[in-house]
């Protein structure tokens, strides 16, 4: 099960961080992964950490994004820096084992999703 949380509403060029919360045993071997889709979009790739900790990252947000994962406590981050309006959606994680996907159906497990609005 995981558990998305930290969105909100805050100004162009602001930070925000978003959670994702897992239960499970075989956490350490999960890739995690975060999508986002805003209306009238199609759910698109953001970010991911495979179980070895390697991180990849879409074009849009790479350098201002950064995802970390700490298995002591179950949870990933995507530290979102320098937001715009564009990065406005709600933003969903989602697991598989081991390695990232960047296509939504690679994956089993999927959070119920937190909004992030950013203003311009």
């Known amino acids: 099960q995981l558990q998305a949380s930290g969105g909100g509403l805050v100004q162009a060029g602001d930070s925000l961080r978003v959670s994702c919360a897992a239960s499970?045993?075989?956490?350490?071997?999960?890739?995690i992964g975060w999508f986002r889709q805003a209306p009238g979009k199609e759910r698109e790739f953001v970010a991911g950490?495979?179980?070895?900790?390697?991180?990849s990252y879409s074009d849009s947000v790479k350098g201002r994004f950064t995802i970390s994962r700490n298995n002591a406590k179950n949870t990933v981050y995507l530290q979102m820096n320098n937001l715009k309006p564009e990065d406005s959606a709600v933003y969903y994680c989602?697991?598989?084992?081991?390695?990232?996907?960047?296509?939504?159906?690679?994956?089993?497990?999927w959070g119920q999703g937190t909004q992030v609005t950013i203003s311009s």
């Open positions: 989602t697991a598989r084992s081991f390695m990232v996907s960047r296509t939504a159906s690679g994956y089993n497990y």
């Open positions: 499970g045993r075989t956490f350490s071997n999960a890739a």
């Open positions: 950490i495979n179980w070895s900790g390697d991180s």
